[in-house]
């Protein structure tokens, strides 16, 4: 029992080392590449208001996705949306008190996991049964895709078939905070979750996963459609200029 809390205790940590430290390394190296060209994918706002507008659709709504393809619209709107309601429904395990809109969201929380493994079938049977997806899909795709499966069905499993011990795991997961660790419960269907979980938040910042946060920099999208009205100049292009 000790090993394998003081084991799972370092695994979250340097998880959660790896986590940060990738997505920082990832976003500082967005904000500095260059947009040399303005390339807005059309029809574009011609505001600033406008793109914010726009890029709140893309990431509630996916409204590109919507345009280009149906079914991948639906499965991957199912997948992000149960990603979320279910990350609301684990904030129970790291806050006290909890708060009120988080208690609110438990029982939506455990329909969010069944949509999103449905979700996740339907992007991953896709990858089978397209011809041209199935041409481009890479055996990382399908290791990512079968991570987020089993995530998902463990945890699905841990409600409504083998139950576990919540309070002692909040217990773990806030003595992490404080360096005070709390003993883990072994049940083998949880100890399975939490690993996956752990290599999940390992890879993330090394995989396709991070469109998350890319999204935000993408010139096709962050972009003002004001090209006759206003010059765009790189900013590394405006020092040569200078110089």
């Given at each position: 029992m000790a090993f394998l809390t003081s084991f799972y205790a370092f695994l979250f940590y340097?998880?959660?080392?790896?986590?940060?430290?990738?997505?920082?390394?990832?976003?500082?190296?967005?904000?500095?590449t260059p947009a040399p060209l303005k390339i807005p994918t059309t029809p574009?706002?011609?505001?600033?208001?406008?793109?914010?507008?726009?890029?709140?659709?893309?990431?509630?709504?996916?409204?590109?996705?919507?345009?280009?393809?149906?079914?991948?619209?639906?499965f991957g709107w199912m997948f992000h949306f149960g990603l979320f309601l279910v990350t609301l429904r684990h904030l129970r395990y790291f806050?006290?008190?909890?708060?009120?809109?988080?208690?609110?969201?438990?029982?939506?929380?455990?329909?969010?996991?069944?949509?999103?493994?449905?979700?996740?079938i339907g992007l991953w049977a896709r990858r089978f049964l397209v011809?041209?997806?199935?041409?481009?899909t890479a055996p990382s795709d399908h290791l990512i895709l079968g991570l987020l499966v089993a995530i998902g069905c463990t945890g699905l499993l841990?409600?409504?078939?083998?139950?576990?011990?919540?309070?002692e795991i909040k217990h773990f997961f806030q003595g992490l905070y404080s360096y005070n660790i709390q003993p883990l419960p072994a049940d083998p269907l949880l100890l399975l979750h939490?690993?996956?979980?752990?290599?999940?938040?390992?890879?993330?910042?090394?995989?396709?996963?991070?469109?998350?946060?890319?999204?935000?920099?993408?010139?096709?999208?962050?972009?003002?459609?004001?090209?006759?009205?206003?010059?765009?100049?790189?900013?590394?292009a405006r020092e040569l200029e200078q110089s």
């Open positions: 340097f998880a959660a080392f790896v986590l940060v430290a990738g997505l920082a390394r990832k976003i500082i190296q967005y904000a500095r574009a706002p011609t505001t600033r208001t406008g793109v914010v507008f726009r890029m709140m659709r893309e990431v509630v709504l996916f409204e590109s996705l919507f345009r280009g393809n149906k079914w991948t619209w639906i806050i006290e008190p909890v708060w009120f809109p988080i208690q609110l969201i438990q029982p939506f929380g455990i329909y969010g996991g069944i949509a999103m493994v449905l979700g996740l011809d041209r997806v199935k041409y481009i841990m409600k409504f078939a083998f139950h576990v011990d919540v309070v939490l690993f996956l979980v752990a290599v999940l938040m390992i890879i993330f910042p090394y995989s396709k996963l991070l469109h998350a946060p890319g999204l935000f920099f993408s010139p096709t999208r962050n972009q003002v459609d004001n090209p006759r009205e206003r010059r765009h100049i790189a900013p590394w």
